[in-house]
């Protein structure tokens, strides 16, 4: 039998977790593999990365899915186990379990149409028909949903995060990007003053000639900060004398809020739950690259004319 796609391995997959217990994937990925018959030559098959089998990428990307339906939950970093939710669908003893079927329950679409950061513009990614796109627009359509997917998967694990955990990332965060000068010197500064709405301080620049203060709330994605937690941290500012300020949320802001600090002086930057895991994906915090794609084309300059052969004895 030939590696089954993702989707075929949904359903299969639930009903492995059906006992109600904690499972790691890896158990899954054995059980499966099992159950689909699936040679040891098959099992071990390499993405064309080389970086990671093919079924164990597939299974784990079913588990992705399930899971953003909530079909199932994970207790845990690399373990799963079935909700009450993917009870009741087992129940019902359906053919088949994929996208289509998933596309019923509110999470999913949420997942499935996230909104992006711009300004007046939210677009939706959409399931697009691969087949109609050339080979460049394909290739730029699966990384962005690729990119989504790792986008939601990490602020969970940001949510799930404890309280010193998430003021280590904030840390680690701003001196990748380039602020604190190093990962002592604003492990020094951020967490100092705890006071007056503060949760931090740290360096603009490496020689500290301008100073950013920093307000980090871990919240629950569905408890928005509104404009008096704003106004209480630009009031500290002012109390500081401050000109710059970030306030970080795993959380999002309301309108109100955003409006606030578009009128305001000092200036306050803004971040959302959407855009801190972003902003950890581009600069690689919490993350790790599996496979690394080169596009090439034709070196058109390399074919002139001076490198040409000029007649056929240059052949000989």
């Known amino acids: 039998m030939s590696i089954p796609d993702f989707q075929t391995i949904m359903l299969p997959l639930l009903e492995f977790a ?6 790691h994937i890896h158990e899954a990925v054995d059980h499966l593999a099992e159950e ?25 990307w079913a588990r992705t899915y399930l899971k953003k339906a909530k079909l199932l939950s994970d207790p845990e970093r690399g ?3 079935i909700t009450d ?26 997942f499935r149409e996230p909104q992006q950061n711009d300004v007046n513009k939210k677009k939706k990614i959409e399931e697009t ?26 602020l969970e694990y940001v949510l799930n995060s404890t309280p010193g955990f998430f ?7 701003l001196v990748r990007m380039g602020y604190g000068g190093s990962q002592r010197n604003a492990a020094r500064a951020v967490g100092r003053s705890g006071d007056e709405g503060i949760d931090g301080i740290i360096d603009e620049d490496r020689l500290g000639l301008e100073t950013v203060y920093v307000q980090a709330k871990k919240w629950d994605p569905n408890s928005p900060v509104g404009r008096p937690d704003v106004q209480k941290f630009v009031g500290a500012l002012h109390g500081k004398r401050a000109r710059k300020g970030v306030f970080i949320t795993t959380s999002k802001f309301t ?9 305001i002086d000092p200036k306050v930057v803004l971040i959302n739950g959407e855009r801190l895991s972003n902003l950890m994906i581009d600069h690689g915090i919490g993350v790790s690259t599996r496979s690394i794609y080169e596009i090439k084309g034709v070196d058109t300059d390399y074919f002139g004319e001076s490198h040409l052969p000029k007649d056929k004895s240059d052949f000989e």
Do not use: C, W
């Not at 071990?44 to 299974?59: A, D, K, W």
């Not at 028909?129 to 990490?154: G, K, M, S, V, W």
């Not at 003021?167 to 965060?173: A, D, F, G, H, Q």
């Open 167 to 173: 003021e280590k990332l904030v840390i680690e965060l």
């Open 85 to 110: 939710r993917g009870i009741e669908v087992l129940q019902k003893r359906l053919d088949r379990v994929d996208m289509k079927y998933l596309r019923q329950f509110p999470e999913f679409i949420k």
């Open 129 to 154: 028909d691969l087949e109609e796109l050339t080979p460049e627009e394909a290739l730029e359509e699966t990384y962005q949903r690729i990119r989504q997917d790792l986008n939601e998967e990490l």
């Open 79 to 81: 373990y799963f186990k």
């Open 18 to 23: 059906s006992d109600n217990e904690v499972h």
């Open 255 to 263: 309108r109100e809020a955003r409006e606030y600090v578009d009128m």
């Open 36 to 60: 689909f018959n699936l040679s040891e030559e098959e099992i071990s098959e390499l993405l064309p990365s080389g970086q990671q089998p093919i079924f164990y990428n597939r299974v784990g």
